[in-house]
């Protein structure tokens, strides 16, 4: 071979790798804290459902505008009011070429309703589901559930074929936990497919070939490189490493947003922050009271009106956060603004509270916190603690990752706990049958009232709107009288990126990549 004709094919190989490269899109993506698995459903969790939304489909789905549309089902109706039709897609496959069939979907919605599913409570009033033929599903509920849809596009889909191969039929039990196949691999009908994952490390997507929509952004690879320090993930953006991180530190947001090559968006969230109190423990698992103070109203309201909000707002949050009455926030069915407003700062009020219920020296307690879950979790929490030692409340802070907090808190380790809740349903219900329903798995706080559970079976079953929402007043009125949670406040969040990257802000803080572009 000569010279020429060697340099003719080194120059085809480096225009071939050129243009191979300048096609190449890749987004690097940051947050504080990984997924917690990528089994679709296992967790009902924020970061969770980030990571499964790019890679699995539902059958409706929220777009851009939060608003209700179709995704895997093209429409649907009902026939009665406890029976629902939906019509699938026919060009649908999963990532590995297989055609998707309404039998997936009835395994699915049937996985999600199994014993070690985060999300059996989500779709509990669901008492049948069936194929009618290869591309209709029908779906049957124990009640009329005015929010049905609401409910189902946070259900995602995943083959049955794929599932029975991998013994992964039933969820992981991540509670327990269960190491499975599904919490580490990823199979879906989504815009793109795992390719690696590295737990708490490094998760990289890649465009899924065989999706069926239309393409409208031009990523061909994504890599989610989680960074629990705050300073490092910025320094991470700002030296370039980093393209975006979905929840940019408060603190720096100014420098961010004054480096020419980056910006900075800020919306209110779908999540509001609050503290709870188990009020059915006869006996704290930490103090020293030899009884438990949380079983008492009065108490309850003084560590309430001993936190400054305002100055949580202003020296913690920088100014990026609403004082909540109540714990859900604008934009919810249920929620007013008469509702959300807070009981007075006043630390005189509150020693005397406590002084009136037996407890005048104060009494001692754990605060238990992520620290790398909500923004800013840790520093709130140590402002609390702050606070709370005005009033002779000595609280000792323990601040954990949001995997072992959360966990904890669900085997009913915590006498007093930070937790933050959005509401995909954008519907009180999800709160309530969540959060204040009898028996519930978030309940920790072990609040209980008849009137409350009867108001949360109406709210299930009821299609006349006026009483439907008049039972949500009737339930959120008591509940915030009871003080059952320290409301805190609802959270704004802030996406920070490079300048040429475009991945559209949504106030449930879920990046849809299928809508992004690198320019």
């Known amino acids: ?44 969790e924020g970061p969770t459902t980030q990571v499964s939304r790019q890679v699995y489909e539902a059958l409706v789905t929220r777009g851009l505008d939060m608003s209700i549309g179709p995704q895997l089902a093209t429409k649907w109706k009902a026939v009665d009011p406890n029976t629902w039709y939906f019509f699938l897609r026919e060009d649908v496959k999963f990532s590995n070429g297989q055609q998707m069939t309404s039998e997936d979907v009835v395994f699915s919605i049937l996985r999600a309703k199994q014993p070690t599913s985060d999300f059996k409570e989500y779709i509990s009033t669901i008492s049948s589901v069936k194929a009618i033929d290869d591309y209709t599903v029908q779906i049957k509920t124990s009640k009329p559930n005015p929010i049905l849809l609401n409910q189902l596009s946070n259900i995602f889909v995943m083959s049955k074929q794929w599932s029975n191969e991998n013994f992964a039929t039933a969820p992981q039990n991540w509670d327990a936990g269960q190491e499975t196949f599904s919490a580490v691999n990823a199979m879906g009908t989504g815009p793109f497919k795992i390719t690696l994952r590295e737990p708490n490390t490094k998760t990289v997507f890649k465009k899924n070939k065989k999706w069926w929509g239309d393409v409208e952004h031009n990523i061909t690879e994504i890599q989610l490189l989680p960074i629990k320090n705050a300073a490092t993930r910025v320094a991470a953006l700002l030296s370039g490493e980093i393209d975006i991180v979905t929840d940019a530190p408060v603190q720096d947001l100014n420098r961010i947003s004054s480096s020419a090559g980056h910006k900075v968006e800020s919306t209110p969230q779908m999540r509001t922050i609050f503290l709870g109190m188990d009020q059915a423990a006869d006996q704290l698992r930490s103090g020293n009271t030899g009884d438990n103070p949380f079983k008492k109203k009065q108490v309850r309201q003084a560590l309430y009106q001993a936190i400054d909000i305002e100055a949580i707002k202003k020296k913690v949050m920088r100014g990026l956060s609403e004082p909540a009455g109540i714990i859900t926030f604008p934009g919810v069915t249920g929620y007013t603004k008469a509702l959300d407003k807070r009981l007075p700062y006043d630390i005189d009020a509150a020693k005397q509270l406590l002084a009136d219920a037996g407890y005048p020296d104060g009494f001692e307690v754990e605060l238990r916190c992520p620290n790398d879950r909500y923004v800013n979790d840790e520093a709130i929490c140590t402002a609390v603690v702050g606070m709370l030692g005005k009033i002779g409340v000595k609280v000792n802070l323990f601040a954990q990752t949001k995997s072992k907090h959360f966990k904890e808190l669900k085997d009913d380790q915590g006498d007093f706990y930070m937790l933050g809740w959005g509401v995909p349903t954008l519907d009180s219900h999800y709160v309530f049958h969540y959060l204040y329903e009898s028996g519930a798995s978030w309940n920790k706080v072990n609040f209980s009232n008849a009137d409350v559970d009867a108001a949360i079976r109406v709210m299930e079953g009821e299609v006349d709107l006026e009483k439907r929402n008049a039972a949500i007043a009737k339930a959120w009125e008591i509940v915030k009288d009871d003080i059952s949670y320290l409301p805190l406040h609802h959270q704004v969040i802030s996406w920070a990126s490079k300048s040429n990257v475009d991945v559209p802000i949504r106030p449930n803080n879920e990046p849809l990549f299928r809508f992004s572009r690198v320019n």
Request: hydrophobic share 50%; glycine share 2%.
């Open 1 to 44: 071979m000569n010279f020429r004709s060697l340099s003719k094919i080194l120059l085809a190989v480096l225009l071939i790798f050129a243009t191979n490269t300048s096609f190449a899109k890749t987004i690097k993506w940051s947050m504080q804290g990984d997924s917690l698995t990528l089994d679709p459903h296992a967790q009902n």
